[in-house]
Nanobody, 126 residues
Framework: QVQLVESGGGLVQAGGSLRLSCAAS????????MGWFRQTPGKEREFVAA????????YYADSVKGRFTISRDNAKNTVYLQMNSLKPEDTAVYYC???????????????????WGQGTQVTVSS
């Protein structure tokens, strides 16, 4: 079972930036598409961004398009989420997740991810 460990969350003012990292254990990281999701209290976990196993395709929620960038470094078993122009509504716990299945297409749906990190808190003050 893969372990995913997020880092990089924190408190930032509106308009600021943060970069989240997610380090994965194991030797097969490059075979899996990865995603970032976020969740606030009382709400369902929502899709933020995803990247294909090769890194060649990326997908974003409309709410973050143009502000967030997902990337990966397969040599370091790490996926990143660069978040710019942060807004108070971006405040949430952010989770990285591994898409189920080797070489599967990226997905917007939480049910299609089989491994999750513990989450990292991002708080954007106004």
């Amino acid at each position: 079972q893969v372990q995913l460990v997020e880092s990089g969350g924190g408190l930032v003012q509106a308009g600021g930036s943060l970069r989240l990292s997610c380090a994965a254990s194991g030797r097969t990281f490059s075979s899996y598409s990865m995603g970032w999701f976020r969740q606030t209290p009382g709400k369902e976990r929502e899709f933020v961004a995803a990247i294909s196993w090769s890194g060649g395709n990326t997908y974003y929620a409309d709410s973050v398009k143009g502000r967030f960038t997902i990337s990966r470094d397969n040599a370091k078993n790490t996926v990143y989420l660069q978040m710019n122009s942060l807004k108070p509504e971006d405040t949430a716990v952010y989770y990285c997740a591994r898409r189920a299945g080797f070489y599967s297409d990226s997905s917007y749906y939480t049910r299609e991810y089989d491994s999750w990190g513990q989450g990292t808190q991002v708080t954007v003050s106004s």
